[in-house]
């Protein structure tokens, strides 16, 4: 029995000290990551994003989930439901889909009494984006007009624009055209008196003119989609832009 004992215990001492160092490991890297987020709080809103912008391009979930806890949490201490939905943007956009669904839900929840110049529209064109390139058309497209309601309310002219294409979009896809081009036509009505010297506006102006065109084309309107590519080739040549 003394024998067995013994030869029981270098065994029993060896899983001990395993037990011990797991533990140890597991509350070292508990507190690097407490010491991480804290670090990352100290930070500003602004270097917050930029961070969370590179880890997302790096594809780097586990860095992204950190910096975007440490920005919702700085957040829901300053009672900053702006920064708290932003904390989230970079995570729907990079999480598998349910888990983008998860967190834009959790955002449209608490900005639901919220209204700002970007929030609670920005969750609601999130949420459609993903279910867009899911092909859940119909969800997309209901999102997008909720979307497009609140930023008429704010006068958000970014979100108007980028609604409005999205809705055209869809509707392009499931062959309703006409309507499509109409609403090509009528954001088009707003772009093109702004100053095209300035690229967004630019970009937005040119994109405007292919859909137009691709439009009529579908509509066998040929004339038509002939002389919006035309202003398009010559308003790129005025700015000897040669990606066209």
């Avoid at 609403?183 to 690229?199: A, E």
Wanted: hydrophobic share 40%; proline share 1%.
């Amino acid at each position: 029995m003394i024998l067995k004992t013994i030869s029981i215990q270098p065994i029993l001492l060896k899983y001990i000290t395993r037990v011990f160092l797991f533990f140890t490991l597991l509350l070292i890297t508990s507190t690097l990551h407490c010491q991480e987020r804290n670090i990352f709080q100290l930070l500003s809103y602004e270097e917050l994003i930029n961070l969370q912008f590179e880890a997302s391009q790096k594809i780097d979930l586990g860095e992204l989930r950190n910096i975007s806890r440490a920005h919702y949490l700085k957040a829901r201490k300053e009672d900053d439901v702006f920064q708290k939905a932003n904390s989230h943007y970079y995570r729907i956009l990079s999480e598998d889909f349910d888990k983008a669904i998860e967190l834009v839900d959790s955002v449209i929840t608490f900005t639901s009494n919220y209204r700002g110049f970007y929030y609670p529209a920005e969750a609601y064109i999130l949420k459609a984006y993903r279910q867009y390139e899911e092909r859940l058309y119909s969800s997309a497209l209901n999102n997008y007009i909720i979307a497009n309601d609140f930023a008429n309310q704010n006068n958000n002219e970014g979100q108007m624009y980028s609604t409005l294409t999205s809705i055209a979009a869809i509707k392009n896809i499931h062959g309703f055209e006409a309507e499509a081009l109409d609403i090509y036509r009528k954001t088009f009505i707003s772009i093109k008196g702004r100053d095209l010297s300035i690229p967004d506006n630019y970009d937005k102006y040119m994109l405007l003119l292919y859909n137009i065109s691709l439009a009529h084309l579908r509509l066998s309107s040929i004339d038509s989609a002939r002389s919006y590519a035309k202003r398009g080739y010559t308003r790129a040549a005025l700015k000897k832009d040669s990606s066209l």
